[in-house]
C-alpha cells in the first residue's frame, strides 16, 4: 500500500459522525411533536371537564323532574286547617307532604326551586341555572288526541320541559333540556316516585269496597268510622258463578279482602273458587303426588302479632292413597279444569293431618261406617245416585262418583282447601239492607262472637254450637211472625237479599287463643283471627214461597255472569205468605248442585212472613206443580224448557235440596179462556251408555198431552187445559221417564 492510499483511508475515518445542520433539523421535528402532544393534552382536559359540567346539568334537570313527579296530593287544597286552595310560592312554602300536582307550573312546584343567575346552584368552581316550562294537556273525549287546557278545565297531563344552565371555561353558555310528562294518577301511588331516602318499600294494592246489599265491609279491628290509621275492615265480593253448557257444573268464584279503611290498602287477600265435579275411582300410584288439604295455621307475623294463613297440605305419592280422575267423556266433560285436582286431591288418608271435612260425623268405630268405611285406608266414602237419584256407595276402582271442592289461592295457585262450613244464613228485604247496613253489620261481629264462646274445645269439631239457641239477632229484622209481615203492595217488585255466614275448621290453639278473649272482658276479640266469611249468597240459594198467590219469589237455574234470577218477590195479591231461603251448609251450597254424601244433605234456612195489602192480583186461574225427573231420564232436576202459548204465562223455579230437588213450574192462564203449555228440552242430546240409541224421553202423566216430533231432536210436548174457573189453582205434578219405561 503507497502513503497516498492511507492518509485517503484514515481522513475517512476522522469523517463520522451528525453535522450540525442534521443536529439542528432533529431538535426541530422534536419541538414539533412535543408542542402537537402539549396541545392534545389541553384539548382533552378541555373535553373532560365540559363532559363533567354537562353531566352535572343533566342530574340537576333530572333530579328537579323527579322531585315534580313526587306529589301527593291532586288539588291546590293541601293544607285542612284552612278553607280553600293553597298557592306555591317558593321551594320552602310547603313540605313534601303537602305538594301537589296542581302546584306544577313554569318555575313552580316540589321542594326545589327555581335557580337563576343572581343565585344560582354552586357545584365545583360552576354556577347552574335552572327553570322549567309547563303545558297542560287533557282529552277532549276518550278517543281524541290530548288537547291544550283553556279556561277552567282540569288538566289530565302535564308536559314539563326543564333546562340546566352555565358558563363553560371558554366563556360560553351552555344548556342541557329534558322533558317528561306528569300524569295526574292516584296520589298514594307517587309514593313509589322517590325513595331515595327509605331505600325503597314494597308497592300498596289498593282496594275498591263494594257497596250493599252485594257487599258488605265487616270492621274487624279497630275503628272503622273515624280516622284510625289500624282500623281494618273486611268484605267478600259478589260470587261469580261460571257455569257448564249443560248446566251441569259451576265454578262459584269471589275474592275476600281485608283493608285499612281510612287508605282502602289492601293488607290480605283471598282468592276461593267452589266446584262440582264427576270424578272416577283410580289405583294410587308412587308416581302420582297428591295433596292432603289446605288449612290454616295461627302463627306470629313480624312485629309478634298473631296472624293466620293459608297453609298447603302434606304430599304423598303412594300406592296406598286412594286417588281420583275426573271424567272427560260425555256430558261430563264439560266440568272445570280445576277438577283434575278435585277428583285428584279430595280424599283422606290414614296418617293425615287433617281432613277434608273435619265436621264430617267420624262413623268408623261403627258396625257399619257410611262416610269412612273399612278398607279404604281413613279415606271417607263417595257416592254416586243410582236411576232412582238415591246416592249409593262408589268406593271401588272404575266407580264413578260425584264431588265438591273448596280451593283457596296460596302463593299464587290454587289449592284444595277444607270445606266449607255455613253456620248462618239471613233473608233481609234488600230496601233494608241498604238503609240499615249497620245493623246487618253488627250482626254478624256479635254472632262470629257468640260462636266462639260456645265452642266446646273437647267435643269440636265433631259437634259444634248450636246456632239456633244463639241470643244474637237483627234489630230491624222482617217479617218475623204472621202478624208482623214485611209489607208490599199488589203488584210491586223488591229484592230479597240472603247472606250467610261460613266459619272455617279451627285448630285448638286458635281456638284457645280466641276463647282467652272472649272470656277477658278487658280483651277485645281479634276478629282478624277468626276464619269467617260473610258471603251474599242471594243468587246461590234455593227460595220457595208458601202461597204463590199472594207473592211470587224468583228461583231460576243458575247461569253464568249472574244473569239469573233468585229472590225477586212480587206482590200477586192480598194476603200473608211466607217467602224462604235455603242452602245446603258445605260445598255444593255454593255450587248449587246435587250432594255428594248423607252428611251433606245438612242445610240452615230462613224465612220471612210478606204481607200484600192495596188491592187484589189478577183472578186469572193457575196451574201448577213439580216436575221430577227418573234416573234413566239422564236429565239434571232443572233442564226442561217450560213455555207459555197464547194467554198463558209460566214461570220455574225449584224445591227441595240434594237427591231431593224437584224443579216447579206455575202457569197463570187468561180467565174464561183454553190455553196450551209447551214442554220442550227434555231428551237429552246424548247415546244411552252401550247403545247406539239416544235418549228418547216421556212426560207422565199422558192425559191432555200431544207429542210433537216424537224422537226427533226438535220434540216437544203441548199440554191443553179446558176453560179453568176464575181464581182458581190446580196441581199437575209431572214425572219424566225414559219412553221405553213407560209411564
Not at 289530565?156 to 329534558?178: A, C, I, M, R, Y
Not at 256479635?446 to 259437634?463: G, K, L, M, R
Request: with cysteine.
Amino acid at each position: 500500500m503507497d502513503d497516498c492510499e492511507g492518509k485517503n483511508m484514515k481522513n475517512r475515518m476522522i469523517e463520522k459522525g451528525f453535522s450540525l445542520i442534521e443536529v439542528m433539523i432533529a431538535l426541530l421535528i422534536l419541538a414539533v411533536g412535543i408542542l402537537g402532544i402539549s396541545k392534545l393534552q389541553g384539548t382533552m382536559i378541555k373535553s373532560a371537564s365540559d363532559a363533567n359540567q354537562r353531566t352535572v346539568a343533566v342530574s340537576l334537570a333530572q333530579q328537579k323532574i323527579d322531585d315534580l313527579k313526587s306529589f301527593v296530593l291532586l288539588t291546590a287544597d293541601v293544607d285542612s286547617s284552612s278553607a280553600g286552595d293553597e298557592a306555591w310560592t317558593s321551594a320552602a312554602t310547603w313540605p313534601a307532604t303537602q305538594q301537589s300536582f296542581a302546584f306544577i307550573n313554569d318555575s313552580e312546584g316540589g321542594i326545589i326551586g327555581p335557580a337563576d343567575t343572581g343565585s344560582p346552584i354552586a357545584i365545583g368552581n360552576y354556577a347552574y341555572t335552572l327553570d322549567w316550562e309547563v303545558v297542560d294537556y287533557y282529552y277532549p273525549t276518550d278517543l281524541a288526541a290530548a288537547a291544550i287546557v283553556t279556561g277552567t278545565i282540569v288538566p289530565e297531563f302535564k308536559q314539563v320541559e326543564v333546562t340546566v344552565g352555565w358558563t363553560d371555561n371558554s366563556g360560553q353558555p351552555q344548556t342541557v333540556v329534558l322533558d317528561t310528562v306528569i300524569d295526574a294518577y292516584a296520589p298514594a301511588l307517587t309514593a313509589l316516585a322517590d325513595n331515595s331516602s327509605t331505600g325503597g318499600v314494597p308497592p300498596y294494592v289498593y282496594a275498591t269496597p263494594g257497596f250493599a246489599p252485594e257487599v258488605i265491609p265487616i270492621c274487624i279491628s279497630g275503628d272503622c268510622d273515624g280516622t284510625d290509621p289500624g282500623g281494618l275492615k273486611k268484605e267478600t265480593d259478589n260470587p261469580e258463578p261460571d257455569v257448564s253448557q249443560n248446566d251441569q257444573f259451576s265454578n262459584i268464584s269471589f275474592t275476600e279482602i281485608t283493608y285499612f279503611h281510612n287508605t282502602n290498602i289492601v293488607k290480605k287477600q283471598e282468592d276461593f273458587q267452589t266446584v262440582n265435579c264427576v270424578c272416577e275411582q283410580v289405583s294410587g300410584s308412587s308416581s302420582v303426588t297428591a295433596y292432603a288439604p289446605a288449612f290454616i295455621e295461627l302463627i306470629e307475623d313480624d312485629d309478634g302479632n298473631p296472624v293466620i294463613t293459608n297453609i298447603v297440605g302434606e304430599t304423598t305419592a303412594s300406592a296406598n292413597r286412594r286417588i281420583g280422575v275426573k271424567v272427560a267423556t260425555g256430558q261430563d266433560g264439560q266440568q272445570d279444569d280445576v277438577c283434575d285436582t278435585c277428583c285428584r286431591d279430595h280424599h283422606d288418608y290414614t296418617g293425615a293431618a287433617n281432613k277434608y271435612d273435619p265436621f264430617r260425623l267420624d262413623d268408623s268405630a261403627v258396625g257399619t261406617p257410611i262416610y269412612y268405611p273399612a278398607g279404604l285406608n281413613g279415606d271417607h266414602g263417595h257416592f254416586y245416585p243410582d236411576n232412582s237419584g238415591e246416592l249409593v256407595a262408589a268406593n271401588s276402582v272404575g266407580d264413578t262418583y260425584l264431588e265438591s271442592c273448596k280451593f283457596v289461592r296460596i302463593d299464587g295457585i290454587l289449592r284444595v282447601a277444607q270445606d266449607w262450613k255455613q253456620e248462618s244464613i239471613k233473608v233481609i228485604p234488600e230496601s233494608i239492607l241498604i238503609s240499615d247496613v249497620t245493623d246487618y253489620q253488627n250482626y254478624v261481629t256479635a254472632f262470629v262472637e257468640e260462636y266462639i264462646a260456645a265452642i266446646d274445645p273437647n267435643s269440636y269439631p265433631q259437634t259444634t254450637p248450636d246456632t239456633t239457641s244463639f241470643t244474637t239477632t237483627l234489630t230491624n229484622e222482617q217479617g218475623v211472625d204472621y202478624a208482623n209481615g214485611y209489607a208490599m203492595n199488589v203488584n210491586n217488585s223488591e229484592e230479597m237479599i240472603s247472606r250467610s255466614i261460613y266459619i272455617d275448621y279451627m285448630p285448638s290453639d286458635l281456638i284457645t287463643a280466641l276463647q282467652t278473649q272472649t272470656s277477658d272482658n278487658a280483651l277485645d276479640l281479634d276478629f282478624e283471627i277468626i276464619p269467617f266469611h260473610d258471603i251474599n249468597t242471594t243468587k246461590l240459594a234455593s227460595w220457595e214461597m208458601a202461597d204463590s198467590g199472594i207473592a211470587s219469589v224468583t228461583n231460576e237455574a243458575l247461569a253464568s255472569n249472574n244473569t239469573h234470577s233468585r229472590g225477586d218477590v212480587t206482590a200477586e195479591g192480598a194476603g200473608t205468605t211466607l217467602v224462604t231461603v235455603n242452602m245446603p251448609n258445605s260445598n255444593t251450597g255454593l255450587t248449587n248442585s246435587s250432594n255428594t254424601d248423607g252428611d251433606d244433605i245438612a242445610a240452615l234456612e230462613d224465612d220471612m212472613y210478606v204481607t200484600v195489602t192495596g188491592g187484589a192480583a189478577s183472578t186469572g186461574p193457575k196451574m201448577s206443580g213439580t216436575i221430577s225427573m227418573s234416573g234413566n231420564s239422564n236429565l239434571d232436576f232443572d233442564e226442561v224448557t217450560i213455555d207459555g202459548l197464547t194467554g198463558v204465562t209460566c214461570t220455574t223455579g225449584q224445591q227441595g235440596n240434594g237427591a231431593s230437588k224437584l224443579m216447579t213450574y206455575e202457569c197463570t192462564f187468561t180467565t174464561g179462556a183454553s190455553g196450551q203449555i209447551k214442554f220442550s228440552a227434555y231428551n237429552p242430546t246424548v247415546k244411552i251408555r252401550g247403545t247406539d240409541t239416544f235418549f228418547n224421553n216421556i212426560i207422565c202423566p199422558v192425559n191432555n198431552m200431544v207429542v210433537i216430533s216424537d224422537n226427533l231432536s226438535t220434540e216437544y210436548t203441548l199440554y191443553t187445559a179446558g176453560i179453568l174457573a176464575d181464581g182458581s189453582t190446580t196441581t199437575l205434578d209431572l214425572n219424566i221417564n225414559l219412553q221405553s219405561d213407560g209411564c
